[in-house]
């Protein structure tokens, strides 16, 4: 069994900042891709950033310059550092590891965190 658990979402001002963090736990083996997805009422999930072991890192055009992925490999964990929000990044923010097991590989997910920004 593996779990995704995330902490930080809240609700917060245009222009201010929230950091997310998702945290890995179980029988993990090793774990690839890590990344930070969101879901808006209404909209499809979407990919807002993801980072490998390596570190090579990957963001959705509309949080370039403001969003920065980062992970501690020895926590699996992953944050997610928001700065400069905007109302239109309101959605519930999901955390997704590639995750290897010693019976099998496949792709976890979180429970999800609100983000809310006001104008």
């Known amino acids: 069994q593996v779990h995704l658990v995330e902490s930080g979402g809240g609700l917060v001002q245009a222009g201010g900042s929230l950091r997310l963090s998702c945290a890995a736990s179980g029988s993990i083996f090793s774990i690839n891709v890590m990344g930070w997805y969101r879901q808006a009422p209404g909209k499809q999930r979407e990919l807002v950033a993801d980072?490998?072991?390596?570190?090579?890192?990957n963001y959705a055009d509309s949080v370039k310059g403001r969003f920065t992925i980062s992970r501690d490999n020895a926590k699996n964990t992953v944050y997610l550092q928001m700065s400069s929000l905007k109302p239109e990044d309101t959605a519930v923010y999901y955390c997704?590891?590639?995750?290897?097991?010693?019976?099998?590989?496949?792709?976890?997910w979180g429970q999800g965190t609100q983000v809310t920004v006001s104008s």
């Open positions: 997704r590891a590639a995750v290897a097991t010693v019976l099998a590989s496949g792709y976890y």
């Open positions: 980072t490998t072991k390596t570190g090579s890192t």
